[in-house]
């Protein structure tokens, strides 16, 4: 009779069913927390008389001996990479609290020495095949094996690894679509579609002409570097599981080079205005022969050039203004340049705006019969965006914001009605910020 059933009071018929009972019987006595000695031996003796069932249930086998071994000498050896292989599978399969209720029923991980290699083989097979695990799933086997354990002989940083791969092949998957789509909202307030263009073109390979094409249309660049950031890839920059590592790396480009975007925009800018030229030139076509300007200053073949070159190049222009206005904010709120020249041009930019603003209306007077509107309105803007940069470096010198201050509405008010307090106020934030550099 094997000496496990005589440990659990069996018969020497007892079935596995009736020495489950048992040992789940004799387990509420035994606790491995209390008692580890005594657990140890109450789990050899279930294996032991499960093996002896195993036996004495294949006909072919040979009759097992009826002395009693030792302690431990009929436990057959445990195939660890099969147990982790299932409990992977499991993982992958049943949800956070279905896998805790699975695992604790599991009778290979009842043992105190075996669980800790069942562990260790478990992560080596989630690491290896990067299996779609949701955190909470990888949490619960992390728990449940104390891969967090100060105590464990995994490293940290590669159990965090492992997570974040688990995680990322979850989210990109369909079990995780919608906590993509809410982190996604996280990250830039925007929606993403569960297979929009973006997410669809990083699975699979394709020309480089068609990502740059792809980019041109407005918002793509912007939702890749967004769904990149809610997989977490700015960590590790590391292609996550199941996207194409060339596809990412096309663009990640975007996050990591801010200057893409503007380069992008302004081939958008160029391609829209690029259409405008070629409506104003079929106009011109259907229209033709156009007659002269009033004044003589055109005939009408020039006339049609300078209607197109207008239209193609409005919008560009537009634009590079934009941008060259913006690029000397971001200069003016900087740190001073250390070279003398410039940081001479540096403090005079304020003075030399108002000068032109000056010049402009002296021009539109002397050049312009009436009223100079034209040479007005760029005077205003050029007020406007002169007393807003002056204002900013003052605001910035007090380490206060100006972004939705009432000074910058107070500051387009003041240079759109009044030219001359507009243009005192400008040089007298500048005069301010000069004498505290100075001193």
Not at 161 to 171: F, I
Not at 217 to 232: D, H, K, Q, T, Y
Request: proline fraction near 7%.
């Amino acid at each position: 009779m094997s000496w496990g059933l005589q440990w659990l009071g069996l018969e020497p018929g007892a079935d596995e069913r009736e020495i489950k009972r048992a040992y789940a019987q004799l387990l509420r006595r035994t606790r491995p927390d209390e008692d580890p000695e005594g657990f140890q031996r109450l789990h050899a003796a279930y294996r032991d008389a499960l093996a002896a069932v195993a036996h004495e249930s294949d006909s072919s086998a040979p009759m097992r001996s009826m002395q009693t071994p030792q302690y431990g000498a009929a436990i057959e050896p445990l195939d660890v990479t099969a147990v982790a292989q299932r409990i992977a599978e499991q993982a992958a399969a049943l949800g956070a609290r279905e896998l805790d209720a699975w695992l604790q029923a599991l009778p290979e991980l009842w043992s105190l020495d075996d669980k800790p290699r069942i562990g260790l083989a478990v992560f080596s097979t989630i690491a290896t095949c990067e299996l779609r695990l949701a955190p909470s799933v990888f949490d619960c086997l992390s728990l449940c094996f104390g891969w967090d354990d100060l105590n464990s002989p995994l490293w940290q940083e590669d159990v965090e690894w492992v997570r974040r791969r688990c995680e990322q092949a979850w989210l990109l998957s369909a079990d995780g679509e919608q906590a993509l789509a809410r982190r996604y909202i996280a990250q830039t307030d925007g929606m993403l579609m569960p297979e929009g263009s973006v997410l669809r073109s990083m699975r699979q390979p394709r020309p480089r002409w068609r990502n740059r094409l792809t980019a041109l249309v407005p918002g793509r660049a912007a939702e890749a570097v967004g769904l990149l950031s809610a997989l977490e890839y700015w960590y590790t920059r590391q292609t996550p599981p199941g996207l194409d590592a060339d596809q990412v790396a096309f663009w990640a480009r975007f996050g990591i080079r801010p200057r893409l975007h503007t380069l992008y925009n302004g081939a958008r800018v160029c391609l829209a205005g690029l259409v405008l030229g070629l409506i104003c030139t079929w106009g011109v076509v259907s229209s033709w022969p156009l007659p002269p300007s009033e004044g003589g200053w055109f005939s009408g073949p020039q006339k049609a050039v300078v209607i197109i070159l207008g239209a193609t190049l409005f919008g560009p222009l537009i634009w590079a203004a934009g941008v060259s206005w913006r690029a000397l904010v971001h200069w003016q709120l900087a740190w001073q340049p250390s070279s003398p020249m410039p940081r001479l041009l540096w403090r005079l930019v304020v003075p030399l705006l108002v000068l032109i603003s000056i010049a402009v209306v002296w021009l539109g007077l002397h050049w312009t019969d009436g009223m100079p509107c034209g040479a007005l309105s760029v005077t205003w803007l050029i007020s406007a965006l002169t007393l807003h940069l002056a204002w900013a470096r003052r605001m910035q010198r007090q380490d206060t914001p100006s972004q939705g201050n009432p000074g910058d509405a107070l500051s387009l008010l003041g240079a759109t009605v009044l030219l001359v307090p507009a243009w005192g106020a400008a040089l007298l934030c500048w005069w301010m910020d000069l004498r505290d550099d100075r001193a």
